[in-house]
C-alpha cells in the first residue's frame, strides 16, 4: 500500500506544480485537448498509460538490481 500511496503522492506534486507555475498554460492545453475527437483522447490516454507501465516497470527493475 505505501508504494502506491508515494505514487499517488508524487501524482499530486506534479499536479500542483504545473497548476502553480503555469496556469494560463493549463488553460492552452484544456482548449487543445477539448479540440481532439474523442478517439483521439483516447489514444493519448492508452499511449500515456502503456508509458507509465514501462517507467513502473523500469523503476521496478532498477530498484531490485540495487
Known amino acids: 500500500m505505501t508504494p502506491i500511496l508515494s505514487a499517488l503522492g508524487l501524482v499530486l506534486v ?23 475527437s474523442h478517439d483521439q483522447r483516447r489514444m493519448i490516454g492508452l499511449v500515456a498509460v502503456a508509458i507509465g507501465v514501462v517507467v513502473v516497470a523500469i523503476a521496478r527493475l532498477f530498484g531490485q538490481a540495487g
Open 14 to 36: 506534479i499536479e500542483g506544480l504545473a497548476l502553480a507555475l503555469a496556469p494560463s498554460r493549463i488553460e492552452d492545453i484544456l482548449t487543445f485537448f477539448a479540440r481532439l
